[in-house]
């Protein structure tokens, strides 16, 4: 595949290099494509000021297709299936290209309850699973202490729910960037300005500095920015939003370890909290969900709220140094599921709005990418998530000025 030759309509001169796929944003969705593409052939850029950035530096890393099944989104659930049980293979063929541990463990969830209320609510996800055929199972709150002596004594019940597990983000952003490089994919490191249409087709893009790469096809896989991108017309531009998560990382001095041996969860005054133990030692703990725009500023009221229903889930959590705050931005849609594959502008692909799944669904979103660069079509369990599917209905169009992607 090569690019088209022409710049005609671009409004920028200068040398320019052409690929055959060129990708937007160089976080873990985007790095994935770009090294599955790279793998069957393709001559591939990723374009990023940082790549390895992105919400995955802030990300837990759960693995939760099972705990994190929501009413209405039964065909997500196939998807995250599909790529949790990908995830064995996927971590060992990416350790091996890239010489590096993704911290990928296969430990399990606890999700549990602290009081009447969050039990009717777990009673309510476990019937949903059961439905669903998953593996989750119903235990007191005396067994859910049992497996997790730290719980507070006050933990109604719960759900394990043992095919849950967790990656480290920051390691598997790491290895995606080392795999990249060995397979040969060109890191662009540099904002990207706008799209590059010609004849009614994506034919790359233009960075900050008004350098231009042609490409074949180009993805757009800038997480939360993607409905940003100038130069994409107004139909095909992602539906795609900032939701805002704090998260904070504790440190388990070995004195206390084992702290937790599995990720613990719960509901707590309608909000999520969780806690990832790492075999490193770290523990995560997150994470608020807010709708603030492009806001990530630490508050006191997210670091307060974390912790307190962090501490009443395990209470001896205070005893642990914390290292970091974060805050950073889930790219949303508006069914919660991500945009994958073709749009209706031929040359470009989406791979975005993987909104709370971009770790989980990290490698089956690499697959069905690079099935859709070299085919032209998605393979059949991600065709529902086709971009399409926004699409039909028109929207209010948007004058989107040069802001950089
Ligand atoms: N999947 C966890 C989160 O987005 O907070």
Redesign the pocket.
Known sequence: MHAPEGTEGSGVRGPRTSYDVLVIGGGIIGLVTAWRAAQRGLRTAVADPSPGGGAAQV??G?L?AVT?LHYGEETLLGLNLASAARYPAFAAELEEASGQDIGYRACGTLAVALDADDRAHLRELHALQLRHGLDSQWLTGRECRRLEPLLAPGVRGGLRVDGDHQTDPRRLTAALVTACERAGVELRRAWVRRLSVVRDRAAGAVLEDGTELGAGQVVLAAGSRSGQLAGVPDEVLPPVRPVK?QVLRLRVPGAYAPFLSRTVRAVVRGG?VYLVPRESGELVV??T?EELGWDTTVTAGGVYELLRDAHELVPGITELPLVETRAGL?PGSPDNAPLLGPTALPGLHLATGHY??GVLLTPVTGDAMAEALTTGELPGEARPFSPCRFTSAPRAPRVLQEQPV
């Open positions: 990300a837990a759960m939760a994190e998560g999520q997150g994470a969900s889930r709370r799944n």
